[in-house]
């Protein structure tokens, strides 16, 4: 038999989501939440605050005792979880509390929408459950809309890999106190649990039953570790998170309804759905963001006052396949396809009106993945590229898409458009020629990749064949093999972007430090070294 008609599996996956079905096949049950006595800790899994406004933000926490076990070591039971907001960080002065109900069909996840408050101020906030309490976390307002903003400062980070080695950035950017983070993804890795070999251990090892993340059991569980870092959670303290998803939160090099085993799209979209429900249970998110089955609405605008503009753009739900293979190409016809995109059209139509609409001084498209043309051929030490120069899952492998992003800034008149970028463990700082094919056309903007804070493993302090990858390269102006974190300082005269690496992260309380300093002049697009 066919198809019933006007039903297509997209709208299966979704009815059967919403439907309240869980991954067992089975109802789930109703019951009124109780206060409950734990045998354990159940804040083990940290608290966290995001998507700040001018007059709030959510506050998250997860209810897990046993944070590894099955279900968290939770029973299926509502819990109960009280909330307090305080403008003191003693938490002396409460101005908001309040109950939510932490359920198993969330994992016992609680996001709190906080409302009502004053902008470009800082407030704290904490949870109980039963007889437990956590710890207090600190979370910021942006300033009003339109607002005069003297300076915001911001860290920019994300790749994560546990085995990588220690968290070390997130410990530096716990103790900076920023306004905010973006996390550009790859929160989590998907892959099964490695150990390295006898000559070439790695730093820490997840535990030997983890396997390759397929069900919603396996990305809880992956969330779960990950949250149990104690660096990662005074991170998340510290300030609110502005978090966004790459690849490795669902699967490699996934792109749309597809990845790259060629699984037939009916199957890797509940993947994808099991793999969207466990990132929300695990960011401070609002319901908005509430995935849909294999869907969810993950771009968004943060305006900072008059200073800044902040689109967060997804990469990854409306892109076309990486073409010719993937991987690394050269000459690759069709990566230069008209029709090809990385953000899709309705994404594409609601960029062009924010850039349209901004009177900010400041454009910043925060996402995921390289958006300046680069030539790989020398950078053999992250990949043998030498006669496949070009990156396809990278904006490399959509030029079009890339030059109608161009086309918007230079149509809106956008005056000082930064791109934020992530993915390939890598520090990288490039100006945005106005034509991408012609290295020596006018600076339109500028892009800061940012490095990973642990995948790859230690890194280097020099490049290899730098010289060559300069002159590759002359929009590049710099390249670094450490791992660490951007740190963002914007006021209406400039923006200094400070790449910041540890010494190494294979061991633990390495010193950060400042490896390069860059500046861009309000009104003159372009990098200058601080």
Known sequence: MGRPMGLDRRALLKAAFAGGITATGF????????????????????????EPSSDGFVIWTRLAVDPLGTRGGMTAAPVEVSFEVADDPGMARVIRSGAATARIELAHSVHVEIDGLEPARDYFYRFRAGNAESAVGRARTLPAAGAEVAQIRFASAGCQQWEGGFYTAWRSIAEEHFDFVFHYGDYIYEYRAVTGDRDNPLPRAMPADFGTCYTLTDYRRRYALYKTDADLQAAHASCPFLPSFDDHEVANDWAADTDPRDT????????????????????????????????????????????????????????????????????CRDADGEART???????????????????????????????????????????????????????????????????LRAARTPNPVVLSGDVHIDLALEIGRDANDPQSPCVGVEFLTTSVSSGGDG??????????????????????????????????RWQADLRAAARISTKDAQVSTRKSFVVEAGRPGLAEA
Request: aromatic share 12%; net charge positive; charged share 20%.
């Open 27 to 50: 109802p789930l049950p109703a019951a009124l939440p109780a206060r409950a006595q734990f045998r354990a800790f159940p804040f083990s899994l940290g608290i966290a605050a995001g």
């Open 460 to 493: 280097t302090a020099g490049v290899k064949n730098d010289d060559a990858i300069y002159a590759d390269n002359p929009h590049l102006k710099y390249v670094g093999n450490r791992r660490g974190y951007t740190r963002h300082v914007v006021t209406p005269r």
């Open 342 to 408: 990385m953000l899709g059209d309705r994404q594409e139509r609601w960029l062009a009106d924010i850039l349209r609409g901004s009177a900010a001084t400041w454009q910043v498209l925060a996402q995921q993945v390289l958006f300046s043309p680069l030539n790989w051929r020398s950078f053999g030490w992250i990949e043998p590229s030498g006669d496949a120069p070009h990156r396809m899952d990278a904006w490399d492998g959509a030029t079009a898409a890339r030059d109608r992003v161009v086309a918007m």
């Open 264 to 331: 037939p799209p009916e199957a890797f979209l509940f993947r994808r759905a099991a793999a969207f429900q466990a990132w929300y249970e695990h960011m401070p998110v609002r319901r908005v963001m509430i995935p849909r089955g294999p869907d969810m609405l993950a771009y968004r605008l943060f305006r900072c006052g008059g200073l800044a503009d902040i689109a967060v753009l997804d990469t990854r739900q409306y892109r076309s396949k990486q073409p010719c293979g993937g991987g690394f190409k050269s000459d």
